[in-house]
């Protein structure tokens, strides 16, 4: 049998949520050591494609804890083959948790991406380097070289939306983060671009936040959406390549 763990918080906090139940209906259990409590449940088999099921179980776990607590959310797929492992990870990283707790306290993720249209920045075959013949190697480079120059002047337009959109919540989060991604449109065959924005809003502020993006929403054309408040995914973990760190507001 194996753990599952879902999230790690300060063991000062000893309200329970009303939530018994985790992936596989198995019981979710605390686990406390050094003055932090993790929250895991057993699992059978590791499972590396989970379904929706599966993940929304999950989710649910970890947002009944956020609910009442600052917690640090694992992502699904943090198991272990002991309880003794997941107190080992307690007792060695003890000191870097508490003070991301410190940085999360009482605070939650909102979620705002823009769709930016028209911004073809995506690879328009899959061929390689390797499938074509010497005499094309010369046009594919050229044709990459163009697509990067064209992606490096969309994230230099991009940069001063981003500016406005922090402008547009200035007091409202302690941290945020951004990333773009292709997005393609299922009526249309343009490549569109996809702004995500992530922000670290206290949960006193999420009021003010909202209101905030009804008025950034209705004075720009640009298609926003909204979405929280989650647990805080993006602020606990190492940014993959292609996200960015915003400084702090």
């Excluded at 249209?117 to 050229?142: F, H, I, K, V």
């Excluded at 929280?228 to 973990?237: D, E, K, L, S, T």
Aim: net charge neutral; proline share 6%.
């Amino acid at each position: 049998m194996n753990y599952l763990l879902y999230c790690i918080f300060s063991s000062t906090d000893h309200q329970v949520p009303e939530m018994a139940l985790g992936v596989g209906g198995q019981p979710v259990f605390l686990i406390a050591e050094n003055g932090l409590s993790a929250a895991a449940s057993q699992i059978p088999q590791p499972d590396l494609n989970p379904g929706i099921t599966e993940i929304k179980a999950y989710g649910k776990v970890v947002e009944a804890y956020n609910s009442k607590r600052t917690v640090i959310p694992m992502r699904y797929g943090c198991w272990f083959k002991e309880k003794s492992d997941i107190i080992r990870l307690l007792e060695e990283r003890h000191r870097e948790y508490e003070i991301l707790i410190e940085k999360l306290i009482d605070s939650v993720e909102m979620g705002v991406r823009i769709i930016i249209p028209g911004a073809d920045c995506e690879s328009s075959g899959t061929e390689t380097l390797q499938s074509l013949p010497p005499a094309a190697w010369r046009a594919y480079l050229e044709a990459r070289k163009s697509h990067y120059a064209e992606r490096e002047r969309f994230a230099g337009e991009n940069s001063a939306l981003i500016e406005r959109c922090r402008a547009a919540f200035s007091g409202l989060f302690t941290q945020s983060k951004w990333e773009i991604s292709p997005f393609r449109d299922s009526f249309s065959a343009i490549n569109n671009q996809l702004l995500s924005l992530y922000f670290l809003v206290p949960k006193r502020s999420l009021e003010s936040f909202r209101q905030a993006f009804r008025l950034m929403r209705n004075q720009d054309s640009a298609w926003f959406l909204l979405s929280g408040p989650w647990p805080p995914y993006n602020f606990v973990i190492p940014d993959p390549k292609g996200s960015h760190d915003i400084l702090k507001n």
